[in-house]
């Protein structure tokens, strides 16, 4: 429908000589209205939003609870098996760390099971494991020794007391983890030893921070670092740590273990050191 204001401004000044004489009204009328409502600009595509990183994949905690079904470990005075100790703490710690999303925690075995030590380690590797923590209560050479002690892996034990247990809770003896098929030796022996180093610098970093961060908190035993040939140690490729709680050999220490709620304070101890050691190693 035609504009009457628009038509009756057409005539007026085609009689004044405002507009020639000949313009077709409509086009008049579209030009008015062009003017009067411009054309809006296309509106821009939205802009698709950038792509979310994908989420990084949580540390993995390997616990190893020692010993297990036929093999109940170091027996206390009172008669309690070492078996049931290290699944027992083992547990808690995973229970401990379960509602985290940046650490997954698994256990070699989560039931009275007995496992070879190369399938102990077996397990490890096959969850690519950040940290492998062997969790132990066994008997001392002595029977005053008494409290806790972490070890790394070493060719030499650092005394004798670490060497005997070592001899203790040996069974095979392997190297585990690097798969150096179809290489050739020297290549071999480079790859070998730089993952060594690389694993024996992480493992008696991650020993010393155990052992300072729970220091305060539970009896330590004297000279708690130290160093002795586990064959559960011996992945070339996982840092490794052995960890003895304690010593069943001792009536104090059995006493402590067999206590439901000191196992779980000292677990909880355990917890909040491994934690951040196995996410640091994580982000290495």
């Known amino acids: 429908m035609i504009n009457r204001r628009l038509a009756i401004r057409y005539i007026l000044g085609s009689l004044g000589g405002g507009l020639m004489l000949g313009t077709p009204l409509a086009d008049v009328l579209a030009q008015q209205t062009a ?19 994908a989420p990084r994949p949580p540390a993995v905690l390997v616990l190893d609870p020692g010993h297990g079904g036929r093999d109940p470990g170091a027996i206390g005075v009172s008669g309690t098996e070492e078996k049931d100790i290290t ?4 547990r808690q710690i995973r229970d401990i760390l379960a509602k985290r999303k940046d650490i997954k925690v698994l256990l070699t075995r989560d039931g009275d099971e ?34 806790l002690s972490a070890y790394s892996r070493s060719d030499r034990a650092s005394d004798k007391f670490a060497n005997a247990l070592a001899e203790r809770e040996n069974r095979v ?26 694993s024996h610098n992480a493992s008696l970093s991650a020993k010393r921070r155990i052992v300072d961060g729970v220091g305060n908190k539970v009896r330590l ?10 064959a559960v140690l011996r992945s070339p490729r996982i ?19 067999r206590n439901a709620k000191s196992r779980a304070q000292l677990a909880r101890h355990l917890a909040d050191q491994l934690a951040p050691v196995a996410l640091d190693l994580h982000e290495a």
């Open 114 to 147: 007995y496992l070879a030590l190369p399938t102990r380690v077996a397990v490890a590797h096959k969850h690519n494991a950040d940290l492998f923590v062997s969790v132990h209560a066994d008997a001392a050479p002595n029977r005053g020794a008494r409290g």
């Open 173 to 198: 003896d392997a190297v585990y983890g690097l798969d150096l098929r179809g290489t050739d030796r020297e290549t071999s022996a480079i790859l070998l030893d730089l993952a060594r180093r690389h």
């Open 35 to 53: 003017k009067a409502n411009p054309p809006r600009p296309a509106p821009k595509p939205a802009s698709k939003p950038a792509p979310r990183p």
């Open 221 to 230: 035993l004297d000279n708690p670092m130290r160093t002795a040939n586990f």
């Open 87 to 90: 699944l027992s703490i083992c």
């Open 239 to 257: 840092p490794s740590v052995l960890i003895e709680t304690g010593f069943l050999s001792n009536p104090e220490d059995e006493r402590i273990l």
